[in-house]
């Protein structure tokens, strides 16, 4: 590896040094097998304890919603009213990201369980299923962090990255950030409509309509399952259990937009080129998940409601290691980035949520009135060299 | 308004749990009370032979019961992985109210028997799925009847003979069974005890590898039928066991232009993996599409595309399961890692599987 230091054009109106790191094809492709080692020892390991695991998580999963639904029929007591909205919120938490989340990502299809399949899976939220294994294990996942591809960054209505182009539309990404995050779950349904390049004419409208068909009809059985038919099966408490199941949901996108946009967004988090990944290797590939991801630091009951979300890193390396294994796995993949003098980025939820949120705001504006922060870099030399 | 209210009740419940089914509830509670699955309770254990051993479950509400010669699926956990593997029930054919008898034998690499043989407990629950297969009696049940069976093909000629013995047939019958030794004779004293009770009924057990007996011995000929079952000719033929007795009689039968009345079913014994280091072969059958391809050693995805289909796919490297598709039979090998699967009806990835041999995927 080398190190060098150089004002990059770009960045010659702010003159802001940048450091680069640059590793050697072999480097990385050596990087590529210890993680390659790392994932067949995992897998070769799985077992009982994890079928255990998921299927416990599960259980508390379903022991949250009885309870919170059960706890709506004391709604007109305030404080039982809060404990049921904090019990939903808690299973919509774990259905969607430990439950949900990684189910889907196939990280227990090995255990042929038909209900746990990551094909057959659906979650309690209005995205349906089969979408989101597009938009998110497909789109997101192959093409992390290469800006104009990976459409995570943003989700076409804000900006996330300096090399997006500034326009005075990005003056409201802190509104179009806060709407997103109330409005989570209706956001990630929409994700793979792609709305901004039916705007731009990129994309023809007859495109959707199958995208819109399955959309109407998942968010159709969620909303007439909490905001009509347990509302009415609490009878005369019925505007009570909505506003319950209203907050609920609330709570629960609050958390997951949280939580996601620690993943990729927090300074220090690195993005990509087209060009930078055509052909990659997968030694390349890994690099790439590992300098696009962050995580967070916390309890591991933290870590379970994030859906070890907190291991972004990990999750983006192994997609499909059940999550239960990312904390094992995690000091041993920081172990192999300081190895190879890789940063790997993490901090406490206070911490990269502020850098998140903080950079959502600086984006807002042109790149000339702001300072960018993220000042090392890592790059790869693409080509095998002293190939006789 | 009554009489609606059950299904009312029901709409509702299903409408309340949405998106998980109801069973992914009550499984947590108690996996034998059911919406809609179908499972069985391990109510009693025999192990009668050091190979085999004979479960009795206790369905859910669900079962619908069986013909005799009719197979289900039985699916058991194993080190966190759920296994799943056809058996013929071997009791007499009974409705929604009976029990199902199994008998496994452990092969040598069995698996599923094997863990069965040495694990299976009363009190397990395993999943069932419902009775299914042509190989069944016909309904006007025939006079005279031949079974013939080898090895653990006992099981759905013997509920066969339960089921005329159940019905107070009126007619004969002749049953001959293949086993290596007497040791590995499951069901012997089954048997004598019907021909003992049952005049019409008569039973032969020939040993392939065992001659010290009275009767004839070694693997079948000819006269194994003419002189055990002089009238074969006349009767209706029920066959069930190995592939080399399969053959043999069948052949039998086909020489006398006797086909028509031999019913036969072959249990598949479990695929043994060919070695993925020998040129490739095979064929790769598309089974939805009905098309076929000659396996050319590539990805199954690839070998789709090139013959004209086009599966759902995404990352084609193996991250992102667009691709997973059920394999229904066959061997295939995992090109990251070099892995085989050589198990039927699982979710595959196609971008990164190949097929060693014939394989059969679901796409």
Redesign the interface.
């Given at each position: 590896m080398q190190l060098s230091t150089s004002t990059e054009a770009d960045d010659k109106s702010t003159g802001s040094k940048k450091t680069e790191l640059i590793l050697s094809y072999e480097e990385v492709e050596a990087l590529g097998r210890e993680l390659d080692e790392l994932r067949a020892r995992i897998v070769a390991d799985l077992g009982q304890s994890d079928r255990d695991y998921i299927y416990k998580i599960i259980k508390a999963q379903r022991g949250f919603e009885v309870a919170g639904r059960g706890l709506a029929y004391l709604g007109w007591f305030p404080p039982a009213w809060i404990a049921g909205v904090g019990s939903l919120a808690v299973s919509k938490i774990l259905d969607n990201m430990e439950i949900g989340h990684n189910v889907m990502h196939g990280q227990y299809d090995w255990m042929r369980e038909p209900s746990l399949n990551s094909r057959e899976f659906e979650w309690d939220t209005v995205c349906p299923a089969d979408q989101w294994r597009h938009s998110h294990n497909y789109m997101h996942h192959t093409f992390t962090n290469i800006v104009g591809e990976d459409r995570d960054i943003g989700y076409g209505i804000m900006r996330m990255d300096r090399d997006q182009e500034w326009n005075p539309y990005y003056l409201g990404n802190l509104l179009y950030a806060s709407m997103l995050m109330v409005g989570f779950e209706w956001g990630v349904m929409l994700h793979d409509l792609e709305a901004e390049n039916i705007v731009q004419g990129k994309r023809k409208w007859t495109d959707i309509k199958g995208l819109a068909k399955g959309m109407w009809r998942k968010a159709s059985k969620q909303v007439l399952k909490d905001y009509i038919v347990f509302p009415a099966l609490t009878g005369p408490l019925f505007p009570i259990t909505v506003a319950g199941n209203v907050s609920a949901n609330l709570v629960r996108n609050l958390w997951t937009f949280s939580i996601i946009f620690c993943g990729h967004f927090p300074s220090g988090v690195q993005t990509f080129t087209p060009e930078e990944c055509e052909n990659e290797t997968k030694g390349q590939w890994y690099l790439r998940q590992m300098l696009g991801s962050a995580n967070i630091t916390g309890t591991p009951l933290f870590h379970i409601m994030s859906g070890n979300l907190s291991h972004q890193i990990e999750h983006h390396l192994f997609p499909d290691i059940p999550a239960n294994r990312y904390p094992e796995i995690a000091p041993e993949v920081r172990a192999i980035c300081e190895k190879h003098g890789l940063p790997y980025n993490t901090g406490t939820f206070s911490h990269q949520i502020f850098s998140t949120w903080k950079k959502i705001a600086k984006l807002s504006l042109p790149n000339s009135w702001t300072e960018d922060d993220d000042n090392f870099s890592v790059k790869v030399e693409r080509e095998r060299k002293g190939v006789a | 308004m009554l009489d609606r209210f059950p299904s009312m009740l029901s709409s509702?419940i299903e409408?309340?749990?949405?998106?998980?089914?109801v069973?992914?509830?009550l499984e947590?509670v108690d996996p034998m009370i059911t919406w809609s699955d179908l499972r069985g309770r391990v109510v009693d254990v025999r192990r009668d032979t050091a190979r085999t051993v004979t479960l009795t479950l206790a369905p859910t509400r669900q079962w619908t019961g069986f013909r005799a010669g009719q197979y289900i699926q039985l699916s058991t956990?194993i080190?966190?992985?759920?296994?799943?593997r056809c058996f013929s029930p071997a009791n007499a054919e009974c409705g929604p109210d009976g029990f199902i008898e199994l008998t496994i034998t452990a092969h040598d690499d069995g698996f599923v028997s094997r863990h069965l043989r040495d694990h299976a407990a009363t009190g397990d629950v395993m999943g069932l799925q419902p009775a299914t297969g042509d190989f069944v009696l016909p309904q006007q049940r025939p006079e005279q009847a031949v079974f013939i069976s080898g090895g653990s093909g006992i099981t759905p000629v013997l509920s066969m003979l339960r089921t005329l013995v159940a019905e107070r047939h009126n007619g004969s019958a002749v049953f001959i069974h293949y086993a290596t030794t007497p040791a590995d004779a499951v069901y012997a004293d089954e048997l004598n005890a019907l021909a003992a009770a049952n005049p019409w009924i008569d039973v032969h057990t020939i040993y392939t590898r065992h001659t010290d007996t009275d009767g004839p011995n070694g693997h079948f000929r000819p006269e194994h039928l003419t002189e055990l079952a002089p009238r074969f000719a006349q009767a209706q033929t029920f066959l069930c066991g190995p592939a080399g007795l399969m053959d043999a009689v069948r052949e039998f039968y086909t020489e006398r232009d006797l086909d028509d009345a031999l019913h036969s079913e072959a249990f598949t014994a479990p695929s043994v993996a060919p070695d993925p280091n020998e040129p490739v072969s095979g064929t790769l059958s598309f089974a939805s599409s009905a098309r076929s391809a000659e396996n050319d050693g590539h990805t199954i995805l690839e070998q789709a595309e090139a013959a004209g289909l086009t599966p759902e796919f995404?990352?084609r490297?193996?991250?992102?399961?667009?691709c997973?598709a059920v394999k229904k039979s066959g061997c295939t090998r995992n090109v990251l890692?070099g892995d085989v699967d050589t198990d039927s009806d699982?979710?595959i990835?196609l971008c990164i599987s190949a097929p060693v041999g014939d394989v059969e995927i679901d796409i």
């Open positions: - | 509702v409408a309340a749990l949405a998106p998980h089914p069973d992914r509830y947590l956990v080190k966190g992985v759920r296994h799943t995404g990352c490297m193996g991250i992102c399961f667009s997973s890692t699982t979710h990835q």
